[in-house]
């Protein structure tokens, strides 16, 4: 049962233009989102992160969209850069209790072409 | 600024052998977690711990076992490996679970079993 579902395996994007990463999830008990990003045989980098009392978070070119509706979150990039490529996981977790611990999706690869 | 640090970085172990993974969190982080990403797969949550206790259980095997130093450091112990216990496994630490911070990971550990 994959609760964090990111439906598309890969993507690929011309340098300068937007890349759109989506992410699905199915528990409505998630409400803290983060997005990752990760080169191979390295761990994972925090990129950023948006809580369900946002709809928006935004850091550089760097932008997470939240449709708690919908259970849908989104992560903007723009302008898309070369050194972008690389997996993006996204993760969500519970806030409060005991069970805080993320869960991921399978990640999207993205490849940046010059 | 510290990150997280992970060590070994890479471990070859034969079957039925044991390995201990070590974790040191970024200083001041209260909360340790371990997961395993197995080839073309996403992590998955092992084990957590806050101050010192275990505060959340994953898909861990019974031959694992891992503990929260007084120093918060952390060490995942595997024993019986089997060839499937081949992954990287990352750590990742945060402050206070309870509330909305992003956890950080290390670079991982790649265990190997021949």
């Known amino acids: 049962d994959q609760q964090v579902k990111q439906n598309s395996p890969s993507l690929s994007v011309q340098e300068g233009r937007i890349s759109i990463l989506n992410c699905d999830y199915t528990n409505s008990m998630f409400d803290y989102f983060l997005w990752y990003k990760k080169y191979p045989a390295e761990g994972p980098t925090f990129l950023i992160s948006?809580?369900?009392?946002?709809d928006k978070n935004e850091d550089g070119r760097f932008t997470v969209f939240l449709n708690k509706s919908a259970k849908h979150l989104s992560l903007h990039i723009v302008p898309s850069q070369p050194g972008d490529s690389a997996v993006y996981f996204c993760?969500?977790?519970?806030?409060?209790?005991?069970?805080?611990?993320?869960?991921f999706g399978k990640g999207t690869l993205l490849t940046v072409n010059p | 600024a510290a990150g997280v640090i992970q060590s070994p970085r890479h471990l070859i172990k034969e079957k039925r052998e044991t390995a201990t993974l070590k974790c040191y969190p970024i200083p001041r982080h209260d909360t340790v977690y371990w997961y395993q990403q197995g080839p073309g797969q996403d992590p998955q949550f092992l084990i957590s711990?806050?101050?010192?206790?275990?505060?959340d259980k994953g898909s861990i095997p019974d031959r694992f076992s891992a503990q929260q130093f007084s120093d918060y450091h952390s060490e995942l112990n595997m024993s019986s490996l089997e060839l499937g216990d081949s992954a990287l496994y990352f750590c990742?630490?945060?402050?206070?679970?309870?509330?909305?911070?992003?956890?950080?990971f290390g670079q991982g550990t790649r265990l190997t079993v021949v």
């Open positions: 711990f806050y101050e010192k206790m275990q505060s």
């Open positions: 993760a969500a977790r519970p806030s409060g209790g005991s069970n805080y611990k993320l869960t």
């Open positions: 990742a630490s945060s402050l206070d679970y309870r509330r909305n911070t992003e956890a950080f």
């Open positions: 948006i809580s369900s009392i946002k």
